[in-house]
């Protein structure tokens, strides 16, 4: 009986503690305020790839893989660490000619393939895509330009946010005639960390002569958005 009772006891519903809310006494003020800061990039990303035809998929198979083994060699001598190169993508695909009131026929073979390299001197992405080239990359893409630790860069992005986020407050209770009490929320929206702009395309046969590829880094602007409730009265 007891065992019985104390299973009863604990089956039966709880009421649920009333919460009681606390009126707010004074006026709102809402502010949505974009905190800045600016970087220069650090990291460069690039997609370096061979494209190769031929008769047969063998045979376009393996001239790719050729020309992809001294790609790879290439970065290797450039100092590009093993961790900051990865396979992007690998194809095959037939080739069609079309004729009038004919089936396509296949003409060929096209083997693609392509890697991601992260270039954490921005200044030497320039040279090395030239050696790319040399080499037999024949589709490169980019370079992405980024920072690497945006994390500080977020955080005064974050501080002047809320510096912002202060001052309009106190514009606003000043031509209201109030007074601001205090911050009663706040809510970080959207951030940018700096990241990739569209990529700048980048494919040309390197001659002998010809001038190295300049890349110029620029600046990254990194923005906080960021909603902050205020008290006045």
């Known amino acids: 009986m007891r065992i019985l009772l104390a299973a009863a006891l604990l089956s039966a519903p709880v009421p649920a503690l009333a919460q009681a809310e606390v009126p707010i006494a004074g006026t709102l003020l809402d502010v949505h305020v974009e905190g800045r800061t600016t970087r220069t990039p650090d990291l460069a990303t690039i997609r370096a790839g061979v494209v190769a035809q031929a008769p047969s998929a063998a045979a376009a198979l393996s001239e790719q893989a050729e020309r992809m083994a001294r790609v790879l060699q290439s970065l290797k001598r450039a100092g590009v660490a093993d961790r900051d190169v990865a396979t992007a993508t690998v194809g095959l695909q037939p080739q069609y000619v079309y004729q009038d009131r004919e089936a396509p026929r296949i003409t060929g073979y096209q083997a693609t393939n392509s890697v991601s390299v992260r270039f954490r001197d921005v200044r030497r992405a320039g040279a090395i895509l030239d050696a790319l080239v040399a080499a037999g990359a024949n589709q490169i893409d980019g370079p992405n330009l980024s920072i690497d630790q945006p994390a500080a860069a977020l955080d005064e992005a974050r501080l002047d946010a809320m510096r912002q986020a202060q001052a309009r407050a106190e514009l606003y209770a ?16 959207a951030a ?39 008290l006045l009265n």
Request: positive net charge; proline residues 7%.
């Open 174 to 189: 000043k031509a209201a005639g109030l007074r601001v009490v205090r911050i009663v929320s706040i809510n970080e929206g």
């Open 192 to 230: 940018n960390e700096g990241g990739p702009r569209p990529p700048i395309v980048y494919a040309r046969m390197a001659a002998a002569d010809a001038a190295s590829t300049q890349i110029a880094p620029g600046e990254k602007d990194v923005n906080v958005h960021v909603n902050v409730r205020f």
